[in-house]
């Protein structure tokens, strides 16, 4: 239960952050969210009542996505563009090859047996990240004082991310069908969908769902939330057969260098217009590797390739999904993009993997059967995926071009021009849509961004443009 409401509190983060951000300076932020990390991991580490470690593992988990979505846009706009393709590297490495090697670590001292030092030095951890944002972060105006304060959108997400990940937590002695399950579940799930009801028809939204209603960027966002769904099911059900077999953590290493080599994938191509290529390629990584998880058995050497298959497939997907979702905005919204595409992905990964666990453990005639068959429907998830994201690409006439990161960085321009849902359907006969090329350099990569870039808004610019990138 510790772990699922920390979930859920990384998940309702995403939204609080987008409020927190546009009234606050973000060096104050990230400073306050980084101690309360920091104290947070000393409590569960030192807990000696069920209270005080849950209420640690939820501020872990609450300030994790605040620690996030306050440090990562800043990264994004706050340096000159010809630093970028490094900061790519870096964010991916920092997010999703962290999370690939979390099961080496975590499987490491379960093996000990000793869970508190993992928190004192998660709180060692957070005491280095801490020095360094007092000692290196820029001190950044309130990204829109203007905005108005959305009390129903933080319900909404409060109430939808605990009730569905309490129902989820419950799976672990519950069927699903079980009241305790299913009514929390179904009741988070519609909450979560009238947030996004709620943030598309609003006046002034937290997140531009509106604006994402486009082919690039919802494409984006249908492979990071199919991406990172299926890729923890994965991991889950590779823990499983690897404690069933008695094998060692060390054969989950294989994921972190395959996030490591999509890391340097990203970066290279970075200013290319092949990134959506990577993205898409990292999906059919994912699609084989449930595949094989679901035919191949569970022996040493089928584990470490199929944790080398999720490395890749995740590191190659998730990251380029997200930054291809913002360039088809202005970068003024990379904030409440990343805040939008992190929520969806929390929810999608960590709601569908203990679903998928369940049906590992309760299916078949033994555990190798449940898992098999677990795969076989993450092997149909991600086949799903596949196909939505080529529909939306192909129905779109969507083409390949290099971003414009440049235009993109320092005005109110997309970076990518993303058509309309549907537009390649509604074209008129003999008329040719208008060619987008792949070129393969940046604008203006040589010399980098000529003066620093505007990296937010304060209270005092213009409103007329505000509001005008808003609509």
């Given at each position: 239960m510790s772990a699922g409401m920390a979930d859920a509190a990384y998940c309702f983060g995403t939204v609080l952050a987008v409020q927190l951000n546009a009234r606050l300076p973000g060096r104050r932020l990230l400073v306050l969210h980084t101690a309360v990390f920091v104290i947070a991991s000393v409590l569960t580490a030192a807990a000696t009542a069920p209270a005080v470690y849950f209420t640690g593992r939820i501020l872990q988990g609450l300030t994790t996505s605040l620690m996030l979505l306050t440090a990562a846009p800043a990264l994004v706009l706050g340096w000159p563009?010809?630093?970028?393709?490094?900061?790519?590297?870096?964010?991916?490495?920092?997010?999703?090859?962290?999370?690939?090697?979390?099961?080496?670590?975590?499987?490491?001292?379960?093996?000990?047996?000793?869970?508190?030092?993992?928190?004192?030095?998660?709180?060692?951890?957070?005491?280095?990240?801490?020095?360094?944002?007092?000692?290196t972060f820029t001190d950044l105006p309130p990204q829109d004082r203007a905005l108005k304060f959305d009390a129903a959108s933080l319900a909404l997400a409060s109430v939808g991310c605990v009730a569905a990940f309490f129902g989820a937590s419950r799976l672990v002695d519950h069927s699903v069908t079980a009241p305790t399950v299913l009514v929390p579940m179904l009741l988070g799930v519609l909450c979560l969908l009238g947030l996004i009801v709620h943030q598309t028809f609003v006046r002034d939204p937290l997140m531009p769902i509106r604006q994402l209603a486009s082919t690039i960027p919802l494409a984006a966002i249908v492979l990071a939330l199919f991406g990172g769904g299926v890729s923890v099911s994965l991991v889950g059900l590779l823990q499983l057969s690897s404690e069933a077999g008695g094998l060692s953590p060390a054969l989950f290493w294989p994921e972190f260098i395959g996030a490591v080599v999509t890391a340097f994938l990203f970066g290279r191509?970075?200013?290319?217009?092949?990134?959506?290529?990577?993205?898409?390629?990292?999906?059919?990584c994912l699609t084989a590797t449930a595949l094989v998880v679901a035919t191949a058995g569970s022996s040493a050497a089928i584990v470490a390739v199929c944790t080398a298959g999720i490395g890749l497939g995740v590191g190659a997907s998730v990251a380029p999904g997200l930054f291809v979702a913002g360039f088809a905005l202005p970068s003024l919204q990379l904030p409440r993009i990343f805040a939008l595409v992190e929520l969806l992905r929390g929810v999608a990964a960590f709601l569908t993997a203990p679903l998928i666990v369940h049906l590992a453990r309760t299916t078949g005639d033994d555990l190798t059967a449940g898992i098999r068959n677990a795969a076989l429907a993450c092997f149909v998830l991600v086949v799903v995926g596949v196909l939505l994201v080529a529909a939306?690409?192909?129905?779109?006439?969507?083409?390949?071009?290099?971003?414009?990161?440049?235009?993109?960085?320092?005005?109110?321009?997309?970076?990518?021009?993303?058509?309309?849902?549907?537009?390649?359907?509604?074209?008129?006969?003999?008329?040719?849509?208008?060619?987008?090329?792949?070129?393969?350099?940046?604008?203006?990569?040589?010399?980098?961004?000529?003066?620093?870039?505007?990296?937010?808004?304060?209270?005092?610019?213009?409103?007329?443009?505000?509001?005008r990138l808003r609509r």
């Open positions: 563009v010809a630093r970028m393709r490094v900061t790519a590297m870096v964010m991916n490495m920092g997010i999703f090859g962290a999370v690939a090697i979390g099961p080496v670590i975590g499987g490491a001292f379960d093996g000990l047996g000793d869970w508190r030092l993992l928190f004192w030095l998660s709180a060692v951890v957070g005491a280095v990240a801490l020095l360094l944002a007092v000692l191509l970075f200013f290319t217009a092949y990134v959506p290529v990577l993205a898409f390629a990292g999906m059919l939306i690409a192909v129905s779109g006439g969507l083409r390949l071009q290099a971003p414009r990161i440049v235009a993109w960085q320092n005005g109110p321009d997309a970076a990518l021009d993303s058509p309309p849902l549907g537009a390649a359907l509604r074209q008129r006969p003999g008329r040719r849509p208008r060619r987008q090329g792949p070129g393969r350099e940046m604008d203006g990569q040589a010399g980098g961004a000529t003066h620093p870039p505007r990296q937010y808004r304060s209270d005092q610019d213009d409103l007329p443009d505000r509001g």
